[in-house]
């Protein structure tokens, strides 16, 4: 009787280390790997400069290009900042949300926004606020970068983080004359 339980006990320890074994690599892997995080880059550019940053943006962390499109696109004439233009119309109305004319399949999915755009006056462009008052961005990390003439980013930080209810907004930069390499190694720093 005492050598059968005997051999039942060590037989079930056995079991019990091939199992451990067994999972223990698996496991160790799941602890150490965090799990891949999902990137959009998201950018709205009326004359090339943003969308060619945004291809970088796009190259060095691989995630999903999505062109912001006004469903009315801006001619050259809406952007003659000189004159009493379209964009300096939408600039000067707190209000002005131009119409988006498609939008991101299953934004749920992405963990990471890169939001890329020109600077307007000073700040982001209205049918950035569109975009970002679009969507539920709860939780999401939202990372700016954009392309001027010398402004920079910094101008337009307050009324994207106003927009962009819930999410973690990180100030970025301006890419106007940035390498890929010089890119790449900022956007990885930001995953
Ligand atoms: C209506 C308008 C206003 C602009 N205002 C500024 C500005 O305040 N500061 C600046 O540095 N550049 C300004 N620019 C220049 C653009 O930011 C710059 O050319 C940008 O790279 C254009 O990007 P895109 O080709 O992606 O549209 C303005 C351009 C336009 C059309």
Do not use: H
Request: aromatic share 8%; hydrophobic share 40%.
């Amino acid at each position: 009787m005492k050598k059968r339980i005997l051999r039942s006990l060590s037989l079930l320890l056995a079991l019990m280390v091939v199992f451990s074994l067994a999972g223990a690599p698996a496991g160790a892997a799941a602890a150490g790997k965090a799990k891949k995080k999902e990137v959009l880059v998201a950018y709205f550019s009326a004359t090339g400069t943003t969308k060619a940053a945004a291809k970088k943006v796009k190259k060095a962390t691989g995630g999903t290009l999505y062109q912001i499109k006004a469903a009315d696109p801006y001619t050259a004439a809406d952007l003659d900042y000189n004159k009493n233009c379209r964009a300096n119309a939408e600039q000067n109305a707190d209000d002005a949300r131009p119409e988006i004319k498609d939008r991101v399949k299953n934004i749920k999915k992405y963990d990471v926004i890169f939001l890329g755009y020109p600077i307007w006056w000073g700040k982001e462009p209205k049918i950035i606020r569109t975009f970002l008052e679009s969507y539920d961005l709860k939780g999401k990390k939202i990372v700016t970068f954009c392309t001027s003439g010398g402004s920079g980013i910094s101008g337009s930080m307050k009324e994207v983080k106003q927009s962009a209810k819930g999410a973690d907004v990180v100030k970025g930069k301006d890419l106007t004359d940035l390498s890929y390499k010089q890119v790449a190694k900022w956007a990885k720093s930001k995953i």
